[in-house]
């Protein structure tokens, strides 16, 4: 085979993908091409790797055991060629980053251009969700997680945590006052409700966390009151979007909420009573040997994460 290489990162989105025409889309190829690259790397090792159907393209048992050994090839291959350049010398490629929306709005975009200015042959695709991603099939670099990292099968770089704070709108505090102490959230006090975020409709009961005088320390346990919910988002962005819409208290991370306390779109409260800091991860997946300019971004935003969080509170 003339171009091996090129055969193996062929192969290997046509399975990530499940598909020879979304791969051909992807990768700017010809579908016959494409087809033909995997025909020839089949025919080169006497096995067939897929299990071709009207419906869609499956990894046979040799075909999984050559991804692996592939995935592994190529994430070295990959290195090898950015072994020789420097620290912050240029890199170039393509990076695929996915982060919820509020942090891509407070943080991402509003420094991404200094650092695409340090690296100008870097392009970025850029998705917002909230959901766990499947990596390896939607070929993500990495994602950027606030909470609970759930994805064992990743490699997990944790980040600065972030507080969270206590919230509502002017408008339904007008209405329904201000509460000095959770215990006047309860659903049996009949006036406070939350906003529940719930990444899985049918979660868990709506409660209010928090820890006595704001803090983890020994002794300390995390309390819990369950709170009458009008509306459950899936969604970080929606979570805000409630709260402003008057639809009760949220308890959200300062860093998708700074700019409507700067503009006093949310106001602050029970301060005292706030739930633990909310963990921040960037999770990629396992690799031999990271490609540099991966590792130079995850270097760069956790920088621009500590920096955020150093600001003061509203």
């Known amino acids: 085979m003339q171009d091996r290489i090129q055969a193996m990162q062929v192969f290997a989105r046509v399975a990530e993908l499940q598909s020879f025409t979304a791969a051909?889309?992807?990768?700017?190829?010809?579908?016959?091409?494409?087809?033909?690259?995997?025909?020839?790397?089949?025919?080169?090792?006497?096995?067939?790797?897929?299990?071709?159907t009207t419906r869609k393209v499956q990894l046979t048992q040799d075909g999984q055991l050559f991804y692996q050994r592939c995935k592994d090839l190529l994430a070295e291959f990959d290195e090898v060629e950015h072994l020789f350049q420097q620290q912050n010398a240029e890199v170039s490629g393509r990076l695929r980053i996915d982060l919820p929306t509020v942090m891509a709005r407070a943080l991402l975009f509003p420094k991404?251009?200094?650092f695409q200015a340090l690296h100008p042959k870097l392009e970025f695709e850029i998705s917002c969700t909230d959901r766990k991603m499947d990596l390896i099939a939607e070929g993500i670099d990495c994602v950027v997680r606030v909470g609970?990292?759930?994805?064992?099968?990743?490699?997990?770089?944790?980040?600065?945590?972030?507080?969270?704070l206590n919230l509502a709108s002017p408008a339904?505090?007008?209405?329904?006052?201000?509460?000095?102490?959770?215990?006047?959230?309860?659903?049996?006090?009949?006036?406070?409700?939350?906003?529940?975020?719930?990444?899985?409709?049918?979660?868990?009961?709506?409660?209010?966390?928090?820890?006595?005088?704001?803090k983890l320390v020994s002794g300390n346990k995390l309390q819990r009151v369950k709170m009458h919910a009008a509306i459950t988002v899936n969604n970080t962005?929606?979570?805000a979007t409630a709260c402003l819409?008057?639809?009760?208290?949220?308890q959200a991370p300062?860093?998708?909420?700074?700019?409507?306390?700067?503009?006093?779109?949310?106001?602050?409260?029970l301060p005292e009573y706030r739930a633990p800091a909310m963990p921040v991860a960037m999770l990629y997946p396992h690799r031999r040997h990271v490609?540099?300019?991966?590792?130079?971004?995850?270097?760069?935003?956790?920088?621009e994460l500590q920096v955020y969080l150093t600001q003061p509170e509203v």
């Not at 990768?27 to 090792?45: C, F, G, P, R």
């Not at 609970?148 to 969270?164: C, I, K, N, T, Y």
């Not at 006052?177 to 409700?193: C, F, K, M, N």
């Not at 300062?254 to 409260?269: A, T």
Request: hydrophobic letters at 40%; one cysteine or more.
């Open 172 to 214: 339904y505090l007008a209405k329904f006052g201000i509460p000095t102490h959770p215990d006047e959230l309860a659903s049996s006090a009949g006036r406070h409700q939350l906003v529940h975020y719930a990444p899985h409709f049918g979660n868990r009961d709506s409660c209010f966390e928090y820890l006595e005088a704001g």
């Open 112 to 114: 991404l251009a200094e």
């Open 237 to 239: 962005d929606a979570y």
């Open 24 to 52: 051909s889309v992807e990768l700017d190829l010809s579908k016959t091409y494409v087809s033909t690259l995997v025909q020839q790397l089949e025919n080169h090792l006497g096995s067939r790797l897929l299990q071709r």
């Open 291 to 303: 490609p540099a300019r991966l590792r130079l971004f995850m270097q760069w935003f956790e920088q």
């Open 245 to 250: 819409a008057g639809f009760g208290i949220i």
């Open 148 to 164: 609970a990292v759930e994805d064992l099968g990743l490699v997990a770089r944790a980040l600065p945590s972030m507080p969270l």
């Open 254 to 269: 300062l860093g998708g909420v700074r700019h409507l306390l700067e503009s006093c779109q949310l106001q602050q409260i």
